[in-house]
């Protein structure tokens, strides 16, 4: 098993983004599965035993650390990688509906706008989707993440 710590790169370091497979994986896990304000390229992951993870603890950078070893390693590519994939595909399509509803209600609303009877008409204000769309998927991603986060003994820093 080996441990990774993963950090959130800082514009002004020279930091290598990744260095190997396996710190690829651990900036996966972490940007998708644990912390969803940090992108994937955004991230750096180093053997916690290495000069450059003592270096991104000691300037406050590292936001977690995430073990990995061959076992895991497999269960990535043979089972989570799939249902990573399905649930970014969930995702982009919440967002790609939630898009064409906005737009089709904010057409109808110019429609009712530019008429002579219908001026006070506000249809966005009241579709209320916004929430709606929250709690889609939100469920199954929590859950799926606390697996994930069990299964690489992921802490956070």
């Known amino acids: 098993m080996t441990q990774y710590i993963v950090a959130v790169k800082k514009p002004t370091a020279d930091l290598p983004n990744v260095l190997g497979r396996r710190e690829e994986l651990a900036c996966e896990i972490i940007s998708h ?37 061959n076992i895991s390693e497999k269960q990535w590519e043979k089972e989570i990688f799939n249902i990573y994939k399905r649930e970014l595909a969930v995702r982009k399509a919440l967002e790609s509906s939630f898009h064409n509803i906005m737009s089709a209600a904010i057409a109808f609303e110019q429609v009712c706008y530019e008429s002579t009877n219908f001026q ?29 986060i069990k299964m690489f003994k992921v802490n956070y820093l």
């Open 33 to 69: 599965f644990c912390c969803n304000a940090h992108a994937k390229v955004n991230l750096s992951a180093f053997e916690a035993n290495s000069n450059l993870a003592t270096l991104t603890l000691l300037d406050k950078s590292a936001i977690a650390s995430i073990e990995i070893d």
């Open 120 to 148: 006070e008409v506000e249809v966005c204000e009241d579709l209320n989707i916004a929430n709606a769309f929250d709690g889609i998927g939100t469920t199954a991603h929590e859950q799926i993440s606390e697996i994930v």
